[in-house]
């Protein structure tokens, strides 16, 4: 079955920082972009980042630009953000998403992980 | 506030029909075809409807989509319990080159 587990949510202090993954198993990872998407508590999805297969394409959210980045590993099927700076206002779920294979405007988020908890909190 | 508006709540009696709106402008629905998520109870979001009205592998034909111009719809015929869950709908947007979600609706069933 093809699948997506992050890991490295926990709590953190404001200002801190944390690094979140994310593991694929069962496609071919290196084809496809990836994206992940955020949830506040009680709250709506938010898209935060994208990234093309080959890492040539990478896309941020106004909310998170210049304290995130987007990275991939295709040797090891593996996507990861960088978290830094973090706020009280990024406690949320974070999940990582399948893209496609094309264009990431064309993307469709066909495949979801389970998601990792980030929670900033003094 | 999301770029793309949703009602945040609809309702609805097993077997009617309901549908769920989606409002955007030129730089995103306008442009670009709209995908739909749906997300159960503590669970993660899940593809139902991508390309404006295309369906996944393994979602019931009672679950459809459409799009004009710059506004969406899902629609849900023959509503039955386990469709009780948000709804999301999607789509790039060209003017914050990035993703917009709308901001959810939250669908009951009476």
């Known amino acids: 079955e093809v699948q997506l587990v992050e890991s490295g949510g926990g709590l953190v202090k404001p200002g801190g920082s944390l690094r979140l993954s994310c593991a694929a198993s069962?496609?071919?990872?290196?084809?496809?972009?990836m994206n992940w998407v955020r949830q506040a508590p009680g709250k709506g999805l938010e898209w935060v980042s994208s990234?093309?297969?080959?890492?040539?394409?990478?896309y941020y959210a106004d909310s998170v630009k210049g304290r995130f980045t987007i990275s991939r590993d295709n040797a090891k099927n593996s996507l990861y953000l960088q978290m830094n700076s973090l706020r009280a206002e990024d406690t949320a779920i974070y999940y990582c998403?399948?893209?496609?294979?094309?264009?990431?405007?064309?993307?469709?988020?066909?495949?979801w992980g389970q998601g990792t908890m980030v929670t900033v909190s003094s | 506030q999301s770029v793309l508006t949703q009602p945040p709540s609809a309702s609805g009696t097993p077997g009617q029909r309901v549908a769920i709106s989606c409002s955007g402008s030129?730089?995103?629905?306008?442009?670009?075809?709209v995908n739909w998520y749906q997300q159960l109870p503590g669970t993660a979001p899940k593809l139902l409807i991508y390309?404006?009205?295309q369906r996944p592998s393994g979602v019931p034909d009672r679950f459809s989509g459409s799009k004009s111009g710059t506004s969406a719809s899902l629609a849900i015929s023959g509503l039955q319990s386990e469709d009780e869950a948000d709804y999301y709908c999607?789509?790039?947007?060209?003017?914050?080159?990035?993703?917009?979600f709308g901001g959810g609706t939250k669908l009951t069933v009476l």
């Open positions: 998403a399948r893209g496609g294979l094309y264009q990431q405007r064309n993307d469709v988020f066909d495949i």
């Open positions: 069962r496609f071919t990872f290196s084809n496809y972009n």
């Open positions: 999607a789509a790039w947007d060209d003017s914050l080159n990035g993703w917009v």
């Open positions: 990234i093309s297969s080959s890492s040539s394409y990478i």
């Open positions: 390309s404006n009205n």
């Open positions: 030129s730089s995103n629905i306008g442009s670009y075809t």
